[in-house]
Structures are given as C-alpha cells and as structure tokens.
C-alpha cells in the first residue's frame, strides 16, 4: 500500500493505494499542501478493478457528458452513491462514513486528468461540511478578508483577478474557491492553481509577459504558474482559509472605466447559483441543497456588488477600493 496525506484549511485526508503510481495523478494541484503522517479525517482508498469494466450501483439517476465531454453516471443504492465512467472508473461515498472507494480499471490511462478527479475532490469535501464553488478568489488589501468573483467561465474572472492582483490584491486563484461554516462565520480557501490566460489577456498587461509560458491550444492560452506568479507580487498564504469581505458579480462591460455598484441579494444569489447549483432526474441533489443553504448564507451576510470592468483594466482595483473603503498607503500619507 502507498500512503499519501494531505491537509488543507478544514480537512486531513489519506489516499491509500494498493501501488504507488495508481494514484499519483489524482490531485497534482495539491503537491504543495502534502505532509508527513498524521491524523486524518477521511480516507479514499484507490484499487486497480478486477475487470475491464466496474458494474453499476444501484438506480441510475444522471448520465451524461460533464464539461471536458467525458460521459459518465450518476448511481444511488441505499446510503450509497456511486459515480461512474464507464470502462474507466468508480467512485463510491457512503453517507456518513469517512471513506471514499475508487475503483480504477487496468485500460484506464491517467483517468483523474479528467473532470473525475475534480469529482472525486468535491465527494471527499462536501461529506465534512465542505463545499467547492465556481469563483476567483483575492485578499483585500491591508486586510484578512477575502473578495469573491462570480461569473460564468469565459466571462473575464481571470482578467479581472490579474487586474486586481496588479493593483494590489492578494491572488489566491480564479476558479475554485471552498467554502466552509464555522458557528455564525464562512470562510473561504482559494485553491491555488497554475493560470491559463489568454493572449488577448496577456497584452492588457505587459508585465506578466516574460513570466508565462507558451501559448497554445484552442483558447490560444499560456500557463502562468504559482511560482511565476509569486515572483510578480506577494502572494497570500494559501494555507490558510479567510473571512469573506464581499461577493462581486462581474457583468457586462461597457466603453469606458471600471465601477462597482451595490447589486440586490436577489440577483446575486440569482446569478451565483445558476453557476453553482446543477439539477439531476430526481430534482437537487442532497448535497447541492447544503449548498443552496450554504450560498444564500453567504449572500444574505455580505455585501454584493456588481462589476462593470469597462475597457481599463487598470482602473479596476481603484473601483474596488472605493467600494470597499481601501485606503493605501499613498493616499493615507497624502491625507
């Protein structure tokens, strides 16, 4: 067996694999948050499937290709749910028990490159208390506090957090955020990952030139590493999870500079959980109903605003600072 612990801000877990390249791959986004052993709240054991193919549990309640167009199933038998790519891969959570079984078939290559590890990640969450949102994530300036980005992909969250890095804000990440309640508080983890920022995003802003890499691809996109993102400004410490300062909705842009105007908690919440909250045959799923709970707290707690970024990038970590009340040093000094 090979033995791999991880400890993220309000969770520990194993992955226990009968051998050691089985399950290498599954989170390569969390290299940086391995440690040594220790106590741990959940386990996901990884087998090599006896077969070519892992039989369904129970009734099936979704199929369907996710995102990446990788098709899969959605089982429920009991306690027991299982999701399923055929040919490839299980995964089985029980409710209420601390362990998650992966079953891997012997055909299957890199199988969590996919959208399954991403999968596999939110199954092991969400079972203690923690909830994977679609949002950027950056730390108000001279504050620990967290400002939360929503928007549809492809709508400019990425643009918009460089934006704000550049003026200041602290980058925790520009996809993935998870949020978790402690007593009347919630607080959030950016996940840190490697960016993919578009050409036409790379000559707003210059400087990050010499630090991507090549660009490529469909979205014709280069890969801007934690690393070469750290060498660029201060980082916050991503092994820590924050309160929540304000949730933003990042609009329509129209000519001219960048505002933030107060947005109703109707409509935030309106547009956060059209991005977040999915629907299968039988209706919400238990677990998306925690987070429509989860979601409506954090709107009805924290001020909302929408984004209008405009065509100035430049302008829009000052739209953030006067409405967030950030007053920087320089204008402290000049005051």
């Known amino acids: 067996m090979h033995t791999t612990r991880y400890v993220i801000p309000g969770l520990a877990f194993n992955i226990v694999a009968e051998r050691e390249g089985l399950a290498a791959p599954i989170f390569p986004q969390l290299v940086g948050f391995q440690q040594p052993e220790g106590p741990v709240a959940h386990e996901i054991r990884v087998r090599e499937a006896a077969g070519d193919d892992i039989p369904t549990e129970g009734e099936v309640i979704w199929s369907g290709k996710l995102i990446d167009g990788l098709y899969a199933e959605i089982s429920t038998h009991g306690n027991r749910q299982q999701f399923r790519v055929p040919g490839k891969l299980s995964i089985v959570e029980e409710l209420g028990k601390p362990q998650t079984d992966v079953q891997v078939t012997a ?18 969450l969400r079972g203690h208390g923690l909830m994977t949102i679609h949002s950027a994530s950056l730390m108000v300036p001279g504050r620990d506090e967290l400002v939360l980005l929503f928007a549809p992909s492809g709508f400019g969250k990425t643009t918009t957090s460089l934006a704000l890095a550049l003026g200041g804000y602290g980058h925790m990440g520009d996809d993935v955020v998870i949020l978790r309640q402690e007593g009347t508080d919630l607080f959030g983890w950016g996940m840190p990952r490697t960016l993919k920022v578009q050409r036409r995003t790379a000559a707003m802003f210059p400087e990050i030139l010499p630090h991507l890499g090549e660009f490529g691809g469909e979205e014709d996109e280069a ?17 820590k999870s924050y309160k929540i300062a304000a949730v933003v909705v990042v609009g329509p842009r129209s000519e001219g500079g960048a505002s933030l105007a107060r947005l109703s908690k109707g409509d935030a919440l309106s547009v956060i959980l059209s991005d977040n909250i999915g629907l299968l045959g039988g209706g919400v799923p238990r677990s998306q109903q925690v987070l429509f709970r989860l979601l409506s707290r954090l709107v009805g707690a924290t001020p909302t605003f929408r984004l209008d970024a405009g065509n100035q990038p430049r302008r829009i970590a000052p739209a953030f600072d006067a409405a967030l009340g950030i007053v920087r040093e320089a204008q402290a000094a000049e005051a």
């Open 107 to 124: 055909a299957a290559e890199q199988p969590f490159r996919s959208m399954a590890g991403a999968v596999l990640f939110d199954m092991v």
């Open 223 to 239: 890969p801007l590493t934690r690393a070469a993102l750290a060498e660029l400004m201060p980082l916050p410490d991503a092994s």
